[in-house]
C-alpha cells in the first residue's frame, strides 16, 4: 500500500472484560496494520474502565496503532494515545475544548457523531486531529450508507483535517476510500465475521489496496 493510502481504524465491540478480549484483539492486530483503536468501555465504571484500558492499551501500541478511548481522564490513567469525543451542539464543541486542554500537544483529540455540516465544520475549527462520519451511536444506530460517503466526499474536497468514514460492511470499504476519506473505520463487518476478526481485517486491508488500484487507473 502506499503511504496516501486510507488507513484502518477500528472501533472493539462493547468491552466487559478486558483479560477474555484481550486475544481476540491481539489476533485481529497481528492480520492487517491498524491505525487507530478505539476501546469502547462505555460499560463500565471509570475505574473500571481505566482498569481494562491499562490491559488493552499497550497490545493495540504493540501492534503499532494508536488507542483511544472517550474519557480524559481514563487515557490519562491508562496511558492511551488519545480520545474520542462524541456529541452535538455546544455540548460538543465544551467536550472537545475540555479534551484539547488535558491531551494536546502530546495526544489525540478526534471528533465523531457529527450528524450536520455545521457540528462537523465546528469540530473542524478546534485543534482535532480528524472527524469521524458514520460512526456508531451508543445504541448501535448507524447513519445511511449514502449520507456517510456525501459527508466524508464533502469533507475530503474542501478541508484539510484528515476525516474517517465508518463502512458497516466489508463491501462498502471501497465506497468509503472512493469518497475520499484518510481512513476507513470498521466494528461490526469485523467482529460479527463468522470467519474471525483477523480474516476480516485482512480482507479490509486488501479491499483498500484494490480500491486505490481502481481509482489510480480511473484517473
Known amino acids: 500500500m502506499s503511504a ?9 465491540p462493547p468491552i466487559e472484560s478486558a483479560d477474555a478480549f484481550a486475544p481476540r484483539l491481539e ?24 482498569k481494562a484500558a491499562t490491559r488493552l492499551v499497550p497490545i493495540v501500541q504493540k501492534a503499532g496503532g494508536a488507542a483511544l478511548v472517550a474519557e480524559a481522564r481514563v487515557a490519562a490513567r491508562s496511558k492511551a494515545d488519545g480520545v474520542h469525543i462524541v ?7 465544551q467536550a472537545i475544548d475540555e ?10 483529540v478526534g471528533a465523531g457523531g457529527l450528524r450536520s455540516r455545521h457540528d462537523s465544520m465546528a469540530a473542524g475549527e478546534t485543534e482535532v486531529d480528524y472527524v469521524m462520519f458514520g460512526d456508531p451511536a451508543p445504541d448501535g444506530w448507524t447513519p445511511p450508507l449514502g449520507d456517510v460517503v456525501e459527508r466524508v466526499s464533502w469533507w475530503a474536497e474542501i478541508f484539510n483535517v484528515p476525516c474517517v468514514g465508518y463502512a458497516p460492511s466489508l463491501p462498502d ?3 468509503i476510500v472512493g469518497a475520499g476519506a484518510d481512513f476507513v473505520a470498521l466494528r461490526d463487518a469485523v467482529w460479527g465475521d463468522p470467519r474471525g476478526p483477523a480474516a476480516a ?19
Not at 4 to 12: C, G, K, R
Open 173 to 175: 470499504v471501497a465506497l
Open 87 to 93: 456529541g452535538r451542539g455546544e455540548a460538543l464543541a
Open 201 to 219: 481485517l485482512q480482507e479490509a486491508a486488501d479491499l483498500i489496496h484494490a480500491a486505490m488500484r481502481a481509482g489510480e487507473k480511473n484517473t
Open 27 to 50: 489476533e485481529a492486530l497481528a492480520a492487517a496494520p491498524v491505525a487507530c483503536v478505539y476501546l469502547d468501555l462505555a460499560g463500565l465504571s471509570e475505574g473500571d474502565a481505566a
Open 4 to 12: 496516501d493510502s486510507p488507513q484502518l481504524y477500528l472501533f472493539t
Open 99 to 108: 479534551a484539547v486542554e488535558s491531551m494536546k500537544p502530546d495526544r489525540i
